[in-house]
């Protein structure tokens, strides 16, 4: 089983509409959760940081976290073309205090005019 | 401006050939980390280095070599060694060892082997 599994898309949606992207992740004590965008040849960027059950909400990006399902999710709403990219889900090393990061395999996005 | 500098952005060697990354930063970062990144898939670590001087292996360390003697610097070596060596490489750092903080990334380096 991978330790973060991300469905790899493409998800299409059309301008204006809500993309939905989701992420679960098998280490249940992990603690810190983040989205990444990235554009095609270029490196990740951070779009979103959560860290307790619920909402956390930045503009246009909403990020929800499930502990008890293990399960993080991005929402992008009034999505633009400018949003097509791939987003990556990540999740920190889980036991022990080590910092390292764990990657999905991402998801990519295309938002149709 | 402050940020994590890579180069080259891309680089070519010959199979058989030792080539070195290099990474910089000026965050004042503790932690630094080096992935891998191919195409279609999501980023696996390579190494990582809490503290100068000090470094762990990540998930597919073989044919890599690092280094960390200053707090600044951690460059990545891609030996002969390594079977598969073509590949987008992105070097990041934090500013805590701890869990909370999110990494930043430099603009990679890209690396084919012929």
């Known amino acids: 089983q991978k330790e973060v599994e991300q469905n790899s898309g493409p998800l299409s949606v059309p301008e204006g509409a809500i993309a939905s992207l989701n992420c679960t992740y098998s280490?249940?004590?992990?603690?810190?959760f983040f989205w990444y965008r990235q554009y095609s040849g270029k490196s990740p960027e951070l779009i979103m940081s959560?860290?307790?059950?619920g909402d956390k909400e930045d503009g246009r990006f909403t990020a929800q976290l499930n502990k008890a399902s293990q399960y993080v999710s991005l929402l992008i709403r009034d999505s633009q073309p400018s949003d097509s990219a791939t987003y990556l889900c990540?999740?920190?090393?889980?036991?022990?205090?080590?910092?390292?990061?764990?990657f999905g395999q991402g998801t990519t996005l295309q938002v149709k005019p | 401006d402050g940020g994590i500098t890579q180069s080259p952005k891309y680089l070519f060697r010959k199979e058989g050939q030792n080539v070195t990354l290099s990474c910089e930063q000026n965050?004042?970062?503790?932690?630094m980390y080096w992935y891998r990144q191919d195409p279609g898939q999501g980023l696996r670590l390579i190494y990582y280095?809490?503290?100068?001087?000090?470094?762990q292996k990540g998930d597919i360390a073989e044919g890599y070599s690092v280094s960390r003697e200053k707090k600044e610097s951690f460059p990545l070596t891609v030996t002969s060694a390594q079977k598969n060596p073509t590949a987008f490489y992105l070097c990041?750092?934090?500013?805590?060892?701890?869990?909370?903080?999110?990494?930043?990334f430099g603009n990679g380096t890209r690396l084919t082997v012929t």
């Open positions: 990540a999740v920190n090393g889980g036991s022990g205090n080590t910092g390292k990061l764990i």
């Open positions: 965050l004042n970062h503790d932690a």
């Open positions: 280490d249940r004590v992990s603690q810190s």
């Open positions: 959560i860290y307790s059950n």
């Open positions: 990041a750092s934090k500013q805590a060892r701890g869990a909370d903080s999110p990494l930043h």
């Open positions: 280095s809490q503290i100068v001087n000090d470094f």
